[in-house]
């Protein structure tokens, strides 16, 4: 990717303010650059892998300040450390590898990088050790991009998603699909090599159902991305209501035990973490969905707007309605907004502690966003519209939008293979829009094809440097 991956490349992997640090060592002579600053007992580059060695990394005395003593320089210790070594191809690379346990201050690691950056390594970009690892074959695209799904991971399901997908589970799903595929284009070309005898290898109505059925496939890998991308990125919810209908008050309390949870962490940003709750191991993020109305005519126009526009990227509405102002009445009027088939709609009756022994509409739920009465029962409602049956079944669930939009084009590759099949496409030109079809399957895993550079950078940019 930089036409330098043979270099021993460094990098700290671990985050500044814990006792101790990890920094990472790669590359053919990753044992070698260490050994010119560790002391231990032996050379790091004799030793086996998955071992640890114990020893002092120092500042070579040819190095060190020639002023500071009259005779011969001594070396200068920089801090006690554990190195794990990893021999190639037995390590996250797949070269030979150490990852050096410091103490965690912020100069030993950067004195650390300074020195073996000095014996011979160089800073790692990000993304790198992950590039290494794929272009080594330690693993494929899909599964490098859960690497950085898991380490942004912040629920259960999102966990789940990205340790499923690094397994390789869903790559091999992705892989069964490109063999099918490959199998027709077989098939197809084998009649080609024949076309003067006129043969039909591939009998036509067989070839459509194994088409269809490989279009379902697709089909539903791209329709699973709605649930995917809402665990990754943290369920949408909007709740709306007429003003003083209790929506800030509920969403304080939907907060509240979580944030006093998280708000213990040191250096995390409340502002955006005050607007998530974790329940039953998924993410819910809720939208702005300011006041509805104001006195001021072009102010009550924008909130209007932001709610609607909450309403549109939402995948559970919260509509709140007050007891108080509600009557008697058996129904609840329809929404005044639109709710999609791929939204779900709550509805929820408030200020129940105002209205004793009021009967609820049917389907409707009760709270008392004051006391907390009935907020269990919401929390369990919109938990259960959030099905991750699939996800926690070992199903693909596709949560990348770049294996989405992939699908896509697979998607309507295939129509116009089915297409072409339909009105007779001649076998060679059949065989080339399935073709297409498995370079897009193929682009998720980056196997069996070159994935072009830009694809790689635009993956690995987003990584945090170490990884
Ligand atoms: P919003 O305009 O929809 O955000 O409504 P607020 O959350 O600001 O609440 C409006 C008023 O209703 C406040 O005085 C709240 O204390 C009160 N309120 C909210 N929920 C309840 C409830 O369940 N019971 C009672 N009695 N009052 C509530």
Do not use: W
């Not at 067989?206 to 490989?214: F, V």
Request: hydrophobic share 40%.
């Amino acid at each position: 990717m930089t036409g330098a991956d043979h270099d021993t490349i460094v990098a700290p992997a671990t985050a500044p303010g814990g006792a101790i640090a990890v920094v990472r060592v790669s590359g053919a002579e990753a044992l070698a650059v260490c050994d010119r600053i560790f002391r231990g007992r032996g050379k790091l580059a004799d030793a086996a892998g998955y071992t640890v060695r114990y020893g002092r990394i120092v500042e070579p005395s040819a190095a060190a300040d020639p002023a500071s003593d009259s005779g011969a320089p001594a070396e200068r210790t920089i801090d006690d450390v554990l190195v794990t070594l990893f021999r190639a191809p037995h390590s996250y690379t797949g070269e030979d590898s150490a990852e050096i346990s410091c103490h965690g201050s912020q100069y030993i690691v950067s004195e650390l990088l300074r020195l073996l950056c000095r014996a011979g390594a160089r800073m790692a970009e990000p993304g790198e050790f992950t590039v290494r690892a794929y272009l080594n074959g330690k693993m494929d695209l899909s599964q490098a991009e859960a690497v950085a799904d898991l380490i942004a991971s912040s629920s259960r399901a999102a966990h789940t998603l990205a340790t499923t997908q690094l397994r390789g589970g869903y790559s091999a799903d992705l892989e069964a699909l490109r063999g099918r595929l490959l199998q027709l284009v077989s098939l197809l070309e084998l009649e080609l090599d024949f076309s003067e005898e006129e043969v039909e290898f591939a009998d036509r109505t067989q070839l459509r159902e194994t088409m269809e059925q490989i279009d379902a496939r697709i089909e539903a890998m791209r329709c699973s991305f709605t649930l995917g991308n809402a665990i990754k990125q943290g369920v949408a919810v909007a709740i709306v209501g007429a003003p003083n209908a209790g929506k800030s008050t509920l969403l304080n309390r939907l907060l509240n035990e979580e944030r006093a949870l998280v708000s213990e962490i040191a250096g995390t940003t409340r502002d955006v973490i005050e607007e998530r709750t974790n329940i039953d191991g998924v993410e819910f993020r809720f939208l702005d969905t300011a006041g509805i109305r104001t006195t001021e005519d072009r102010l009550e126009r924008m909130g209007i707007e932001r709610t609607l526009s909450s309403i549109a990227r939402a995948r559970i509405i919260i509509r709140l309605l007050d007891a108080t102002q509600a009557g008697d009445s058996d129904t609840v009027p329809a929404p005044d907004f639109e709710v999609r088939r791929d939204q779900r709609l709550l509805t929820v009756m408030n200020k129940l502690d105002r209205c004793p022994g009021r009967t609820l509409p049917e389907g409707v739920l009760g709270l008392s966003a004051k006391t907390g009465e009935g907020l269990d029962t919401l929390r369990c409602a919109l938990r259960a519209a959030v099905d991750t049956e699939a996800l926690y079944h070992g199903d693909t669930v596709v949560s990348n939008s770049r294996h989405a939009e992939a699908l896509t084009a697979a998607h309507d590759a295939l129509l116009r293979a089915l297409e072409g099949l339909h009105e007779g496409l001649p076998t060679d030109l059949l065989s080339e829009e399935i073709r297409q079809v498995i370079g897009h399957i193929g682009t998720i895993t980056g196997r069996g094809q070159i994935t072009p550079d830009e694809v790689l950078q635009n993956i690995f940019s987003k990584f945090c440097i170490g990884k």
